[in-house]
């Protein structure tokens, strides 16, 4: 905390003496306090978790101060505030609260809706007559080789247009596997036909200098960039589109390691004695693993929904996709064969569960994930389709964290 000081000259440290004595022992930094969990600086630290809470919000609320981040909001905050009563001679007489009315009506949000043209006519139809909506987390999904990149390198350059075409604000573009390609943009910008008339007509084409780019190698620092930076960004520059490309890489990287990690340990301390400790060792840290997925993704789907909507921008992230090994079309649960030529089950099969049995582990055929995928991966479950079946990664958990899925088939053209 020796930097404290240099990094904010004007930060109140006399209200925090005593804690800053104790993180200055340890060696704690401001950069520490930033982006440590409080938890965590606790351990080292020994001071109280909620004195440590309010000590990062005093130093994160003095950087924003120091930046220029989030002064017009709070002014209408105090503004506000300051309406709230009126004053008569010495005393302050509370203002009548203001009559309970609907946050939103069909009118106002019809007028906030603000949509990224994907610049194909016949796909923002489909999208509902604008392109991507503004305020919502949409997913672009599909295999190698079908056109999610080039779909998100549209995107970056027409959220620079003018409504109704785009938000004519800047983009932000966070990959997580190879930086932003600057040269295929350069690329659409000479050669799309939508942009060449937009020049010919004497208007302001999309430029690169508008659109802000970063890598994050790992799931630590996708978390960072996501947490402190992304806001800061937002608010000095009125993001208007902000991408990840993709958002399965770093968790599969990061958790498919580690469950291969425990599973070599696992094994190896079985090995010893039987092969069941280490198999039953194997099982138990898959699952703890992919518990710890399931909240990273919550917390993911929370941090980009709440940015989409405070800050009124579009949200698209990337999939990618798995195959669909051994899935086949679900049995109907209703079925047209007359009863005298359906095949009876043997007497060895019970068709209900026994009443000793848990009643929850014999699920009715409808409530099976092979019967309920098809409402939400995007490639249906028709088992004469002429196109192999996929899966989205992250599975369903994922899938209830965004607004939108758009899948992208790689199909043959012929005639062409």
């Not at 440590?52 to 905050?77: E, M, N, P, Y």
């Not at 084409?205 to 508008?210: H, Q």
């Not at 138990?284 to 405070?310: C, F, H, I, P």
């Amino acid at each position: 905390m020796t930097d404290l000081l240099r990094v904010l000259p004007h930060f109140p440290v006399g209200q925090y003496a005593n804690l800053i004595s104790t993180l200055e022992k340890v060696g704690l930094t401001t950069s520490d306090l930033l982006t440590l969990e409080a938890a965590d600086i606790g351990k080292r630290t020994q001071l109280p978790l909620l004195d440590i809470k309010r000590l990062c919000a005093a130093v994160l609320a003095a950087l924003h101060d120091d930046l220029g981040v989030f002064a017009t909001s709070r002014r209408q905050h105090s503004n506000q505030g300051q309406q709230h009563g009126q004053t008569v001679g010495s005393s302050t007489v509370p203002a009548a609260p203001p009559p309970q009315t609907l946050k939103n009506t069909p009118a106002s949000l019809a007028a906030q809706w603000q949509t990224i043209s994907t610049l194909d006519p016949d796909l923002n139809r489909a999208l509902g007559g604008g392109g991507i909506p503004a305020g919502y987390v949409t997913e672009i999904t599909g295999e190698s080789g079908a056109g999610k990149t080039q779909f998100l390198l549209t995107l970056l350059l027409s959220v620079q247009l003018p409504p109704p075409h785009g938000l004519g604000r800047p983009a932000l573009y966070i990959s997580t596997e190879a930086p932003l390609s600057t040269r295929r943009l350069a690329q659409m910008l000479t050669t799309n036909p939508f942009f060449k008339g937009i020049e010919a007509d004497g208007g302001e084409r999309p430029s690169l200098d508008n659109i802000i780019s970063t890598v994050t190698p790992d799931l630590e620092s996708q978390d960072h960039i996501l947490t402190y930076q992304v806001p800061v960004e937002i608010e000095r520059r009125n993001i208007g589109l902000l991408v990840l490309d993709s958002v399965a890489a770093n968790y599969r990287a990061e958790f498919e390691r580690t469950t291969t990690t425990t599973t070599s340990s696992s094994t190896a301390a079985g090995a010893t004695s039987s092969s069941t400790p280490g198999a039953k060792g194997a099982g138990a840290a898959r699952s703890s693993n992919m518990g710890a997925r399931t909240a990273e993704l919550v917390r993911l789907g929370m941090q980009l929904r709440d940015l989409a909507q405070k800050y009124n921008l579009a949200v698209v992230v990337s999939n990618q996709v798995a195959d669909r090994f051994g899935s086949k079309m679900p049995e109907p649960i209703t079925s047209s064969i007359p009863r005298s030529s359906a095949v009876l089950p043997t007497p060895s099969v019970t068709p209900y569960p026994h009443p000793d049995e848990n009643p929850h582990q014999s699920h009715h055929p409808a409530l099976h994930l092979d019967n309920q995928q098809r409402f939400f991966t995007g490639w249906g479950d028709d088992p004469y389709a002429s196109f192999p079946l996929k899966t989205p990664s992250l599975g369903l958990v994922w899938s209830t964290q965004i607004s939108a899925r758009i899948a992208l088939f790689k199909r043959p053209a012929y005639g062409r």
